[in-house]
C-alpha cells in the first residue's frame, strides 16, 4: 500500500541551527511527494514538492530531494529562524488528480532564540 | 486568486443544531475535498468532489453531508453531531488534468468547530 514515515517529534533547535526532518515513503509506481507547513491556528501551506526521481524542491530556504533508492524525502534547512516554528507535513500523491493524498504524521518544530 | 477561503473562521453549535461550513475557490481546480483534524494529527480525508460529482466519502458518518452547489463552492451540512466532531475542518482544492504529473493540494485556514 501506500504510506509516509515522518520523523518522531517535537523537535527543538537553536536560531540558525541545521534542521533535518526525516520522511520515507512506501508506494507503487512513482507518487509526487510534498512537504505542507502548518502554522498555530492555520490551514497547511505547500512548502515544496517533487514530482519525479532526483527532483530537488525548494523554497524559503527549505530543500528537499527525491530519492528513489532510498524512497525518501528529507527536509533540510541550512539555518532555521524563529519564523520557521510550526508542525511539517510529509505527503504523497499516487494520483495524476491528487485525490489520493497521504501525509505523514507531522513533525513539530519549534526555533528558540 | 490562489486562494482557498473558508466561512465561518470558527462555530460553537450544540448537538441538535443544523449549521453549515462553506468553502469557495476561484482557481478552476475541479477537485475539491473536506478533511478533519484533531489537533497534532495529520488531516484525515472525508470526502472528495471531482467535476462536481462526489466520488471518494471515507466511511463518513451521515450526520455530515457534503454537497457542490458548483465548480467554486463546497458546502459541509452538519446535523447532530456529538462532542467527539469537535476538530479543525480543512476545505482543499486542485487541479484535475491527464497530465503527467501529480497536483498539489491548496488548502483553506479551516473552520474551527466545538461541538458542546
Known amino acids: 500500500g501506500n504510506s509516509v514515515t515522518q520523523m518522531e517529534g517535537p523537535v527543538t533547535l537553536s536560531e540558525e541551527a541545521f534542521l533535518t526532518i526525516n520522511c520515507t515513503y512506501t508506494?507503487?509506481?512513482?507518487?509526487?511527494l510534498f512537504w505542507y507547513v502548518q502554522y498555530p491556528g492555520e490551514g497547511l501551506q505547500l512548502l515544496l514538492k517533487?514530482?519525479?526521481?532526483?527532483d530537488k524542491g525548494s523554497n524559503k530556504g527549505f530543500e528537499a530531494t527525491y530519492r528513489k533508492e532510498t524512497t525518501s524525502f528529507h527536509l533540510e534547512k541550512g539555518s532555521v529562524q524563529v519564523s520557521d516554528s510550526a508542525v511539517y507535513f510529509c505527503?504523497?500523491?499516487?494520483?495524476?488528480?491528487?485525490?489520493?493524498?497521504?501525509f505523514g504524521t507531522g513533525t513539530s518544530l519549534t526555533v528558540i532564540p | 486568486d490562489t486562494e482557498v477561503t473558508q466561512t465561518p473562521k470558527h462555530l460553537v453549535m450544540g448537538m441538535t443544531n443544523k449549521k453549515s461550513l462553506k468553502c469557495e475557490q476561484h482557481?478552476?481546480?475541479?477537485?475539491m475535498y473536506w478533511y478533519k483534524q484533531k489537533a497534532k494529527k495529520p488531516p484525515e480525508l472525508m470526502f472528495v468532489?471531482?467535476?462536481?460529482?462526489?466520488?471518494i466519502n471515507e466511511s463518513v458518518p451521515s450526520r455530515f453531508s457534503p454537497e457542490c452547489p458548483n465548480s467554486s463552492l463546497l458546502n459541509l451540512h452538519l446535523h447532530a453531531l456529538q462532542p467527539e466532531d469537535s476538530a479543525l475542518y480543512l476545505c482543499?482544492?486542485?487541479?484535475?488534468?491527464?497530465?503527467?504529473?501529480?497536483?498539489?493540494?491548496?488548502f483553506g485556514p479551516g473552520t474551527r468547530l466545538t461541538v458542546l
Open positions: 482543499a482544492s486542485s487541479q484535475l488534468d491527464m497530465g503527467f504529473s501529480y497536483n498539489e493540494q491548496f
Open positions: 508506494a507503487t509506481g512513482y507518487p509526487s
Open positions: 517533487a514530482t519525479k526521481a532526483d
Open positions: 505527503a504523497l500523491s499516487r494520483s495524476r488528480t491528487g485525490n489520493q493524498f497521504y
Open positions: 482557481m478552476g481546480h475541479r477537485a
Open positions: 468532489y471531482s467535476y462536481e460529482k462526489l466520488s
